[in-house]
């Protein structure tokens, strides 16, 4: 359970400092700005209770905002993307067999599991972000393709750190 | 009351969710930039220290333009120099001119392009004299406005957001434009509203006024890209490309008018209406 617990604080640790640091230093045409940090609510265990997913979400959020001077925006949509995780893991359909304390990976859900629920939270996630950073709807279309760009990036990007470093069996 | 209270502990997970949701929109009211200071002065300095342990490494892969861009800028500085000697123009003049602007040097320890509102932080405080509103420019151009000051490190909107828009002065007619970004393209910013009778073409310099006593007077902001001219309009549009690539920001200057405090004043004093 300890390691469980480890696990989770290197992993947001590490995932907020790449963010800042590597992620957000991609500028390919200026507006394409994967946001990677994601992966660390979404693979917070299956049976975390509501209120530690919701704080931990506004938590990741706003260390995000903290080193972009954006306070609030990250928080607003990481909370955002918590809310609609357990929704999104009874939608997609959760597996009966699994442990309480494990958390959704490619290893134990499986890989096109995986991709669906990335692929779903991160498009709500950029969703709530991308139209709170331009706050008007005047930029529509435009918005709209920074949306999918940026899910289609950051959904390829997590696939791939699960890849590498989740689909080995570790126990 | 009973009711109550289960009626929120059944859907406290709604609850919650809006209460965090309204801190963060609190967040987001409360600082925009004007405001932000709070969030800086607390943070600031911790973010700050990660920012410049980040950018003192990869400063090492940009010395060889940064130098050259400085050796450039002495260059033009000792020719201006020579220049000043050889003329004598009226000496109380030069005097005046060179005393209402004053330059601090900083380096960037955090930049950012791609979003729709960029920042940028530089490696100077308010113990170095930076207060807020100062202009920050390059050698090549207008950069941003310091809206944020902590004791080692201060933060500026870059030209690249929405808030900021650019009093600028079209250098062959000296026509005044505004200049504002879309969001789009960090190489291209908007000209909007320029009446129609102002002749400006594609390659035109557009220089700083100098009316919003942040940016001193004839700094280069960038040339005319293409200009949209609508005839049934009474204003066309174009845009405008940066003098300044703010992907490879390094050296900048932030700068100082020492008069501000004056001329701010008078226009307190000056009827609105």
Known sequence: MNRKLFGNIA?????VFAQV?????????GFINPQVYVLFILMLPFQISGFWLLSLGFLTGLS?????????MHAAAAVFLAYAR?????????KDDLEPWQYPNVRDSGALWFLAYTLILTFFHHTFLFFLEVFRFSEFLQTMLKILTNTALTTIIIMVIQFLFFSRRTD | MRNLLAFISRYQFVFLFLIFLVISFVLIYNNNYFQRSRIVSTTGNFTGKFNQLYSNFTDYFDLKRANEQLSAENARLRTMLRMKTRAIPDSLAILENASTMRYISARVISNSVQFRNNYFMIDKGYRSGIQKDMG????????GIIVDVSENFSSGISVLHKDAKISGRIKKNDQLVNISWDGWNYRLGDLQHIPSHVSLVPGDTILTSG?????????????????DDE?????KKGKIRYSVDYNQLTYVYVVENIRKDEIQRLKMSMPDE
């Open chain 1, 21 to 29: 640091y590597i992620f957000n230093k991609i500028q390919i045409t």
């Open chain 2, 211 to 227: 009316n919003s006593q942040i940016f001193p007077e004839g700094i280069i902001i960038g040339t005319v890209e293409y200009i």
């Open chain 2, 136 to 143: 920050v420019v390059t050698p090549n151009g207008v950069v």
């Open chain 1, 64 to 72: 995000v905002d903290f080193f972009q001077h954006t306070p609030g």
């Open chain 1, 11 to 15: 992993r947001f640790i590490l995932l």
């Open chain 1, 86 to 94: 357990p929704g999104i893991i009874r939608l997609v359909g959760r």
């Open chain 2, 231 to 235: 005839l049934e309009n009474l204003f």
